[in-house]
């Protein structure tokens, strides 16, 4: 983070596309427009940008007290899903003799183009606005040269044909994109399609994200791309199984489905004691969460299919791929980190999660409202992920 000599400095410069600085507590577009920007880093210059809050043009304070509601405001850009893929910040405040300032830090991201709201923000000089044409062209270039993560890369052999353009033109590109900016989208489909992570130009083919989230059939290119549910009459899996069914195809259709499933098949409503209210065995949000998560978690380099298995007592539900990046045993769920962040930007996109790095704790509470046991997580092997969650006696 930011010293107070170095703040100083910045103070004393003329607004530069490095920094942003802004008297107003409660200009919300104008905060998420300058972190996404940052973000960007369209000039490369491989630096944080500084969003002050509380400061004049000049440098000046305005006298502002900076409050706690305000710092955890501003932190929220963090998670919320304004932000897309969710940028890296950190938020500190700074006292002076004529006030305080709140102080953002953003870290230049790895995947660019990020977009707040949509709306894909840059800065270069005195210069604010959306991207063009060409300076979009520019982030998903810069984002190929640092591309690290598997649905990021080209899944090699595939083409466009492999791909249903149709579901990502309707389906995706609305949920995904300012109204504004898709109404002069002129550019060509592959364009589109690697501005969002989801074709790499350089090799020419879609990127695993795009096979994974719009391919006719994923399976061929990602065999473990499937979701294997399967309901037992006991406790075990040595007990008898009821029911079996298999999610597999793009996942921009699949996780519908999934959570149509989740209603009308996992989701009944009990009646606890004699003379009380109707409760479900199951809150609908900890199945949805949990699940989704697995989805985007998952490692799609094993062969192995992510299992959803339903027990008489409990449901579990198991992934390959142990936690990953910052995330350890020691802290999870407090931090967390993506294995595939052009999925999870997908999902967000499409309304399936409701923001980053909250899912585990909303499910958690979903569990205690409607008087379940809490959820067990077996989070120490390197290779599995796993979750049980009991139903409500």
Do not use: W
């Not at 910045?10 to 919300?28: C, F, G, H, M, P």
């Not at 040269?145 to 598997?150: G, K, M, V």
């Not at 936690?323 to 399936?352: M, S, T, W």
């Amino acid at each position: 983070m930011i010293t107070k000599e170095e703040l100083d400095k910045l103070l004393s410069q003329i607004e530069q596309d490095r920094v942003e600085k802004t008297i107003s507590t409660k200009d919300a577009n104008k905060f998420g427009e300058a972190i996404c920007a940052f973000a960007n880093d369209l000039p490369d210059h491989k630096q944080p940008g500084y969003l002050l809050v509380g400061v004049h043009d000049d440098g000046s304070r305005s006298g502002l007290q900076v409050s706690e509601k305000l710092l955890q405001a501003l932190m929220d850009f963090r998670t919320d899903g304004r932000i897309v893929p969710p940028p890296a910040l950190a938020v500190a405040k700074f006292s002076y003799p004529d006030g305080e300032v709140a102080v953002v830090e953003v870290q230049p991201h790895d995947l660019p183009p990020v977009r707040y709201k949509g709306k894909l923000c840059i800065r270069i000089g005195p210069r604010k606005g959306t991207a063009n044409e060409a300076e979009e062209r520019r982030l998903t270039e810069k984002r190929t040269a640092f591309a690290r993560t598997f649905d990021v890369l080209p899944c090699k052999g595939s083409t466009l044909k492999d791909i249903s353009v149709d579901l990502f033109k309707l389906r995706y590109l609305p949920s995904a994109i300012d109204g504004e900016a898709l109404a002069e989208n002129n550019r060509d489909l592959k364009d589109q399609l690697a501005s969002l992570k989801f074709y790499d130009l350089k090799e020419d083919c879609p990127s695993y994200a795009g096979i994974l989230m719009f391919g006719t059939n994923p399976r061929f290119y990602v065999p473990g791309a499937y979701v294997q549910y399967v309901r037992f009459a006991g406790e075990d899996e040595a007990s008898d199984f009821e029911y079996e069914h298999r999610f597999d195809g793009d996942l921009t259709t699949q996780l519908g489905v999934m959570e149509e499933f989740i209603k009308a098949n996992i989701v009944k409503m009990v009646l606890p004691e004699l003379g009380g209210n109707y409760v479900a065995n199951y809150p609908l949000r900890t199945l949805k969460e949990l699940l989704f998560n697995a989805v985007i978690h998952k490692d799609y380099q094993s062969n192995a299919p992510i299992k959803f298995y339903e027990f008489s007592d409990r449901i579990e539900i198991s992934n390959a791929g142990g936690l990953y990046g910052k995330a350890r045993p020691e802290n999870f769920p407090n931090e967390n980190d993506y294995r595939n962040p052009a999925l999870a930007e997908a999902v967000k996109n499409l309304g399936f999660v409701n923001g980053f790095n909250i899912g585990v704790k909303a499910a958690q509470a979903a569990l205690k409202k409607n008087g379940n046991p809490e959820a067990a997580f077996i989070k120490d092997q390197p290779t599995s992920f796993l979750v049980k969650i009991y139903k409500r006696l």
